[in-house]
Every structure is written in structure tokens, then in C-alpha cells.
């Protein structure tokens, strides 16, 4: 029975559900794990509206290993692309290896019939093989960003973000990023309520946005630091419209305002006013999603103060406005 307390998003008639991962000999088993973890495992509290999951390869009669050893079984061939509403590049044997004129013909052809195509990690490689990333914003691992722009200078890397949406093509940084990518998926089609279910599962956060950075300086935190900022993170995201500064954030953490916008950047790659902001954004996209608040209630709720500054956010950061994120994402049981 469907747990009709989440009201998830229902997507619209016209989606195809059926998600297909390329699976290949030399598989990036992490990645491959996050496709099946996020669109093959059964998620009965989601409905019957959820997706279908598949795996296909070059041969199927072939045996495949995994980079790691692990043997691989797959339900079919490329010809499973041909159905596929979204095809999933988990990774590439190795971004020096060639990409079959066959699989780079496939890919073209569900591109064509309006399938949607992710990669993770080095899957781009693949991707730009087909050519159909010229003059894209994508990403790939930041080891392998200059290698991606050396092969194909037409693409539009963007090194340092965790992940790229152009639509229809979708790219995400190494490993980890692809959890966010596919969360984000989920989220364009099921809407935030439906990405926090699975986030919850996976017991990481909801949603990450695309243009934070891959890595920071620091990976692991100072114990004293996680102390500190561990409560100054729940405050802000509990206080989100109270007026925020350097001081008063400094002080709360225990720190002169040098050594905290140092120690801060530090730890999250960002500066204090940007990952306010991102904060901001985010709950602004869920009530402008599942609420029937108007722009001026939201960017009031969300620390914006006038939907005039709200907006100057969403486009500088989101390249979009409320209204339009609103019209495209809002639930449809709020659009009635």
C-alpha cells in the first residue's frame, strides 16, 4: 500500500519510466550500485507510478566482470535502449578506451525518440563519443576534466560542480555526485518529497545543488570544528529568515570572523553568505513546489525579504525565476 502521507508528485502521462544502465566488461561497480540502489530497488511505499529498471550491454551472451572482479548479468542487449525513457552511463571501462560505433549509434538513436541520457563519473567520455555534447555545460570527475576538454574542445566543461542539467543530457562529477544527479532526477519527476524518501534510504541529504563544488581542502574536519559547525548548520537551516553577518555567525561558532570565514571555506567549499543563499533557494523550490504560498510569502518564510531579491537569487544562481521554477514543478494537487 502506497504511503499517501508523502503526496508524491505524479509525473505526467507522457513520462517514460522505463530507466535502463549500460552495463560494460570493466564495469564501475560503485556506480553501476548507485543506479540499481536509486531506480532498480523496489520502493513500494512510491506507488506504481515508480520507475522500471534494466540493465543492457554490448552482448549479452557475453560474461562481463566488474573492475573490481564481481560477475555481472544483464536482462538484454541495446536493444533494450530503443524503450528506454532514461539510459544511465555508470562510469567507462577507462576514458582511453574506445566507445563502440554500435553503442554510440544506439545512444543517438534513443536520444532521437526523446530518451534522456545520464552519465556518471567518466560515462561522459561515452556520451561525448556520440557527439551529442557539443556546446553542452557538462562535468565529469575533476581528475579527468582536462583530459574531457583536451579530446573534445566543442564541449563546455565545467570542472568544479558536482553536476550538469541540460535537459535531455544530464552529467555528474566522480562517484558520490551521482547520487545527486540521480536525486535531482527524481526530483524534476517526482518533486522534492519523493527525492527526500530515497535520500532517506540511502541516509544521505536530500539534495545537493548541481554547481557545489566536487571537493574542499579539508576532507575530514578537526573534531573542535565539527563541534562548531555541526549546531551553527541546524540553527541556520531551523532560522532561515533571521538576519545573518559574519559577526553574528562568528561569534555563535566560537571564533574570531577571520578564523571562521578561513575555517569555513575550508569545510564546505563556499563561503558563509553563498551557502546561506543555497539554503534559501532550496526552501523557496519546496514551497514554491508544494505550497500555495505566493512569491512574496515564500521569499518573506525563506529570508529573501522581497520577491524582488528572491528572484535577483534564482536568476543569478539557478538561471531561472520563481514564477517559471513554480509552473514547471509545482505538484500537481496544487496546480488544481
Given at each position: ?10 509525473p505526467t502521462s ?19 550500485g548507485?543506479?540499481?540502489?536509486v531506480?532498480g ?5 512510491m506507488?506504481e507510478?515508480?520507475?522500471s ?6 552482448d ?5 566482470r ?5 560477475r ?8 533494450l ?11 567507462w571501462?577507462?576514458?582511453n578506451?574506445s ?7 544506439a545512444?543517438?538513436m534513443?536520444?532521437?525518440n526523446?530518451?534522456r541520457?545520464l552519465?556518471?563519473c567518466s560515462g561522459?567520455?561515452?556520451l ?5 555534447l557539443?556546446?553542452k ?5 575533476w ?13 563546455v566543461?565545467?570542472?568544479?560542480v558536482?553536476?550538469t ?12 555526485a551521482g ?15 519523493a ?10 541529504p536530500?539534495h545537493?545543488e548541481?554547481?557545489q ?8 574536519q578537526l573534531?573542535t570544528?565539527a ?19 559574519i ?6 561558532s566560537?571564533?574570531?570572523?577571520r578564523?571562521?570565514?578561513?575555517r569555513f ?11 546561506v ?8 523550490k519546496d ?5 500555495g504560498?505566493?512569491?512574496d ?13 528572491m ?17 514547471l514543478?509545482?505538484s500537481?494537487s496544487?496546480?488544481?
Open positions: 500500500m502506497p504511503n499517501t502521507d508523502l503526496a508524491f508528485q505524479s507522457a513520462l517514460n519510466k522505463r530507466v535502463v544502465a549500460l552495463a560494460y566488461d570493466g564495469l564501475c561497480l560503485f556506480e553501476f548507485i543506479c540499481c540502489e531506480f530497488l523496489k520502493r513500494p511505499e506507488g507510478d515508480w520507475y529498471f534494466e540493465v543492457a550491454s554490448l549479452p551472451g557475453q560474461p562481463l566488474a573492475s573490481n572482479g564481481v555481472v548479468e544483464v536482462d538484454g542487449g541495446l536493444e535502449l530503443k524503450e528506454a525513457g532514461t539510459i544511465l552511463i555508470p562510469g571501462s577507462g576514458i578506451d566507445v563502440p560505433e554500435v553503442l554510440r549509434d545512444l543517438r534513443a536520444h532521437a526523446g530518451a541520457l552519465s556518471i561522459v567520455f561515452v561525448a563519443a556520440t557527439g551529442l557539443k556546446d555545460r557538462v562535468t565529469t570527475h581528475r579527468y576534466a582536462e583530459a574531457l576538454s583536451a579530446r573534445y574542445p566543442d564541449l566543461i565545467v570542472p568544479n558536482l553536476y542539467d541540460n535537459g535531455q543530457i544530464l552529467t555528474s562529477a566522480g562517484s558520490a547520487i545527486d544527479l540521480c536525486l535531482h532526477l527524481i526530483r524534476r519527476d517526482f518533486g522534492p518529497s527525492a527526500n524518501s530515497v535520500a532517506r534510504r540511502l541516509v544521505v536530500p545537493r548541481g554547481g563544488a566536487q571537493f574542499v581542502d579539508t576532507s575530514v573534531p570544528e563541534n562548531r559547525f555541526g549546531p551553527l548548520f541546524d540553527y541556520l537551516r531551523a532560522h532561515l529568515s533571521g538576519n545573518h553577518t559577526k553574528s555567525l562568528a561569534a555563535r566560537g571564533m574570531s570572523e578564523t571562521f570565514l578561513r571555506e575550508s569545510a564546505t567549499g563556499t563561503t558563509p553568505a553563498r551557502w543563499t543555497g539554503l534559501r533557494l532550496q526552501k523557496a514551497l514554491l513546489e508544494e505550497s504560498l505566493s512569491i510569502q515564500i521569499a518573506d518564510q525563506t529570508g529573501f525579504g522581497t520577491a524582488a531579491t528572484r535577483h537569487h534564482f536568476r543569478e544562481m539557478l538561471g531561472t525565476s520563481p514564477t517559471r521554477h513554480r509552473r514543478f509545482q500537481t496544487k496546480q488544481t
